[in-house]
């Protein structure tokens, strides 16, 4: 298995939901990220965790929690965005945090504020 | 710090044309390089890559040579097709600091491909 597998694809919530998104992988990547990207911008970094652990955060707004329950799983949870926070929402992992040989991209979530 | 240069689109184009798409960058030591591509409406695809200077990645009729002297990293292929038509980010993977690699990307470059 050489993918990451995001869900859902696309989701619409309100600015009072309560959402999640979800990213798996089965390569025994031990690096995962979330990324944002905006329309035709590239993505911005957001979270990083290695071995689990939280180990980078891009001064992300505290509406916007991970969590990394097990190595092969990655959860972005969403709690009173603003419409401002729609975008694609991509997930990706690597091997190490520590190596240089690139990652591997979900197919990401298309989120709707509104 | 490190940063990542490529040309600005959008490249039209039609089939069977040459492209190239230019991709400097910004980093000391060595960096790995690469080439992402995003068609409309999905994620990034990890188009090719190189690790060290003088490395060729190739992949699917795209090159691009890793090339120290000029820092660059140009997107190349012989004959497009419109289902060649997508964004294409050249991005870097470096040391950020620590013992953290970090990926810079471009701003990102739209090809279309007219029949």
């Known amino acids: 298995d050489t993918e990451v597998t995001q869900t859902p694809k696309h989701l619409v919530m309100g600015m009072t939901n309560k959402k999640s998104l979800k990213c798996e992988q089965h390569m025994g990547h031990r690096a995962m990220y979330w990324y944002k990207q905006k329309a035709k911008k590239p993505p911005e970094l957001m979270f990083v965790y290695s071995y689990e652990k939280l180990s980078i955060n891009e001064s992300v707004p505290s509406r916007f929690s991970p969590e990394c329950p097990n190595s092969s799983l990655l959860n972005l949870h969403l709690h009173a965005l603003q419409p401002e926070d729609s975008a694609l929402y991509l997930c990706?992992?690597?091997?190490?945090?520590?190596?240089?040989?690139?990652?591997?991209f979900g197919s990401g979530t298309r989120l709707t504020v509104v | 710090g490190n940063s990542v240069t490529q040309m600005e689109g959008p490249v039209t184009l039609s089939e069977e044309a040459f492209l190239t798409i230019n991709c400097t960058y910004t980093?000391?030591?060595?960096?790995?390089l690469f080439w992402y591509v995003q068609y409309p409406g999905e994620g990034l695809q990890l188009l090719l890559k190189?690790?060290?200077?003088?490395d060729k990645g190739s992949n699917k009729g795209f090159e691009a040579t890793y090339r120290k002297e000029t820092t660059s990293f140009h997107l190349e292929k012989g004959s497009v097709q419109v289902s060649d038509s997508a964004v294409y980010f050249c991005?870097?993977?470096?040391?950020?600091?620590?013992?953290?690699?970090?990926?810079?990307f471009g701003k990102g470059t739209l090809l279309t491909v007219n029949p």
């Open positions: 991005a870097l993977c470096k040391n950020s600091g620590g013992s953290n690699y970090k990926l810079t």
């Open positions: 190189a690790t060290k200077a003088d």
């Open positions: 980093a000391t030591g060595y960096p790995s």
């Open positions: 990706a992992s690597s091997q190490r945090i520590d190596l240089n040989y690139g990652y591997t």
